[in-house]
Every structure is written in structure tokens, then in C-alpha cells.
């Protein structure tokens, strides 16, 4: 759907199967590091009627509309995991933070939303906001193998800057 309005992508079984997943994932990432960021933006000024003073995100407990969509995050891992499959199947190099972050990111996920001590909704807010960038890119790289992508090199400076962003904040 997403590739219909762009002339000359090939469609074939092959192309359509390929550029899909990256689409449906790109907006899925979307929804992710909106809620996110909605619920937290929610919650942060969810205001104390006493104090009139803005109260601090939930991060106590494991309800709520956060804790909703750092699991819808944590979910997308899966997705993660299968894309790292594919490419050992096309015999495609993985390189050292492709796959620190592939192993350490769920289970971050997973320890976190089991104690709630770091805040994994920044990862779920920055990782997921660099995914719809970078996998909208890889569903345009499959939809045109022999076009150049001029913004190419934002989409490496993003994750370079999530990567170091995680360690800040973890």
C-alpha cells in the first residue's frame, strides 16, 4: 500500500514481501514512541489536587497507559530478532552494536518492566522513534535496490546518538 504511490517500484511477490515488513514495523514503531511519549507526557501532569505541583510517571508500578506501550515496545523486539535472522540467512555481516542491541534491548525490557527501576520508557520513546526512520529507509532500499537514499547518513547519526542516549539514561 505504502509503495503504490511511488512509480517504478517493482512490484513482484519477491519486492512486495521484502518492502512490507519494514513499512508495517516503521508504523508500528510510530505508534509505539507516540503512545509513549503521550502517556508520559500524560502522567507527568497528571496534577496532585493539594499541591498543584506536576507528579513524577508511574514508575512503580506495572499498569497503566505507560506500561502499555513500553510492553508494546518490548513486543517489537521479536520483530528485532527476526530481522536479525534474516539477514544471517542472506549471509549479511552483523555488525558488534547490531548485535549488543539486538541481545541487551529485551532484556533490558524485560527486567525493567518486571522491577520498573530504569527508565525503559526512554527506550521505548528513542528506540521506537529511530526505528520508523530506519525501517521506513530499509522498505525504500528494498523497494528501489538501485536508487541512492540522499538522507542515508541521518538515519546511521540517529542510531549512533540512541546508542549513546542509552547510556545516559541507563
Known amino acids: 500500500f505504502l509503495w503504490a504511490a511511488h512509480p ?30 503521550d502517556s508520559l507526557v500524560c502522567e507527568s501532569f497528571d496534577h496532585d489536587q493539594s499541591s498543584r505541583a506536576p507528579a513524577a510517571p508511574s514508575l512503580t508500578r506495572n499498569s497503566g497507559a505507560l506500561f502499555f506501550w513500553c510492553y508494546i515496545f518490548y513486543l517489537s523486539k521479536y520483530y528485532d530478532f527476526f530481522d536479525t535472522l534474516l539477514l544471517v540467512l542472506r549471509k549479511k555481516e552483523l555488525g558488534f552494536l547490531h548485535m549488543y542491541h539486538h541481545a541487551s534491548l529485551p532484556l533490558l525490557c524485560v527486567l525493567t518492566m518486571n522491577n520498573w527501576r530504569l527508565p525503559v520508557w526512554t527506550g521505548a520513546i528513542i528506540n521506537s522513534g529511530v526505528h520508523v526512520v530506519m525501517y521506513y529507509y530499509f522498505g ?28 545516559i539514561f541507563i
Open 8 to 37: 517504478g517500484c517493482n512490484i513482484v511477490l519477491l519486492s512486495v514481501t521484502l518492502c512490507y515488513p519494514h513499512f508495517v514495523i516503521s508504523l508500528y514503531s510510530f505508534l509505539s514512541a507516540g503512545g509513549s511519549l
Open 140 to 167: 525504500l532500499r528494498m523497494a528501489y535496490p538501485d536508487r541512492k537514499i540522499w538522507w542515508r547518513k541521518y538515519v546511521t547519526v540517529m542510531q549512533i546518538a540512541q546508542f549513546t542516549l542509552g547510556f
